[in-house]
Each structure stands twice: as structure tokens, then as C-alpha cells.
């Protein structure tokens, strides 16, 4: 059973998938983290692999950017394929102080300025916060590991350049970073009674203006990999 998306039949994909925006993330984590490992997905180049984790089984796979791209792959999987939780890893800009670049952003809530939830036909503001238990055992693993972790709001925005710097009226409101993905990744595991959570490294420092490379979002942001994996 394909879909337009995703070439893996039925019981290819785990329950537990594991995701990126960029799908040679995905490869990165089935090379360091899996045994056993099965490729599942090329189409569109959105790379999946399945395999074993300390013996239990996983997916991996990429989702793209942007609350569209993730809206399609999270829906296809819960809905489709039998997947029980989603655990996004992914890049964020901070926009506080106090965070520090390859600090986690765990994300207990995602605003956003998209269009995504209208589709929802909601009478007022929807607003998507993640799986408390799994929030609970990540920011709880992350403390064991020492990794330096914030829980809180973030911004899934549609917008990467932004012209009017919109983002300091969201500081004002608290929100810790700014990625592009998990208001419609929590949205669509509660519309299909699934679970998912987004443990974010922070790329970025918006409001020093300093960033790292490609090639460390790509590979060494490892920490927040350590701790999804651990959600197993």
C-alpha cells in the first residue's frame, strides 16, 4: 500500500518513526542508530529507513520543510501506516536569552502564523501542544544526560526571511525559537489520536544574527537524537 508520498507497504514503517526536515538527517540516524536496517522510502527523495534500536524496532525518515511538507508525510503515517508517535528532530532560531546555540528547545506548545489549522474549522484559536508523557520522559532524559534543555513555546512560522522581523513581538510573548513544522505535525496526531513531540537544537541565534553551517545541522546535532531514541 503506497501512497503518493511513499513507496513502503503496510508494516515497513514501525510504530515509533523518528523524523527530520532534511532526509540525509534521516540517513545520518540510521547509519549511527539502527541495526538491521531497511531502506523503505526514495520517492521525491524524502529518504525512510526502518531497523532495531537496542532491539527494539523504528523508523527513521525525512519530512521536508514547512508545515505543508509535514502535514502530508505525519498524516500519510498516522493515518495510513499504523504509526503510533512521531518524535520530530529538528533546528530552531532562538529568539532569547539564555539559550545558546546546541541547546535543545523542547517544544511543549507550537504557535504559529500559518494557515495550516484553518482547515480545522475551529470556532477560535486552536493552539497544539505536544504528548505530555512523552514531554515528561524527554525533558527527564535530557536532565539525566546533562544536556542543556529548555521546555516552552515555540513558532512554527511559513516565513524563513522575514522582512519585518516579526519575531520580536513573539519574544515579547515568550516564545523561546522559531522552526517551521510541528504546529501541523502536534495538530494532526491529535486529530488521529496519535502522540508526537519536537526536540529542537537551536541553530541559530536570531537576535545575535549567528548561525552554524549546513553540514552541522546535518550531522552534529546528536543530542536530541540521543534523547528521541530514548522515547523508544
Not at 16 to 29: E, Q, Y
Not at 163 to 179: D, F
Amino acid at each position: 500500500m503506497s501512497t503518493p508520498h511513499n513507496q513502503a507497504n503496510r508494516g515497513d514503517i514501525a510504530a515509533t518513526v523518528i523524523m527530520s526536515g532534511d532526509p540525509l538527517r534521516a540517513k545520518f540516524m540510521a547509519e549511527k542508530f539502527l541495526d538491521n536496517v531497511k531502506q523503505f522510502n526514495g520517492l521525491r527523495g524524502m529518504l525512510g529507513y526502518t531497523g532495531t534500536y537496542k532491539g527494539k524496532p523504528v523508523s527513521v525518515m525525512g519530512h521536508g520543510m514547512g508545515m505543508p511538507s509535514i502535514g502530508i508525510y505525519s498524516y500519510e503515517l498516522f493515518n495510513f501506516y499504523d504509526v503510533e508517535q512521531i518524535l520530530r528532530v529538528g533546528t530552531a532560531g532562538c529568539i532569547q536569552k539564555g539559550i545558546n546555540i546546541g541547546d535543545v528547545v523542547i517544544a511543549q506548545g507550537a504557535c504559529t502564523d500559518s494557515n495550516y489549522l484553518a482547515q480545522f474549522n475551529l470556532p477560535g484559536t486552536y493552539a497544539p501542544i505536544a504528548d505530555f508523557d512523552l514531554l515528561f520522559k524527554a525533558a527527564k532524559k535530557a536532565q539525566e544526560l546533562g544536556i542543556a534543555c529548555h521546555v516552552g513555546n515555540v513558532l512554527s512560522s511559513d516565513i524563513f526571511y522575514d522582512e519585518n522581523e516579526s519575531w520580536r513581538q513573539w519574544q515579547k510573548m515568550g516564545i523561546l525559537a522559531i522552526e517551521m513544522e510541528s504546529a501541523a505535525l502536534y495538530a494532526n496526531a491529535v486529530k488521529a489520536g496519535k502522540r508526537a513531540l519536537a526536540l529542537l537544537t537551536v541553530s541559530d541565534n536570531i537576535v545575535e544574527k549567528v548561525a552554524t553551517t549546513g553540514e552541522e545541522r546535518q550531522t552534529a546535532f546528536t543530542k536530541m537524537m540521543d534523547v528521541a531514541f530514548s522515547l523508544i
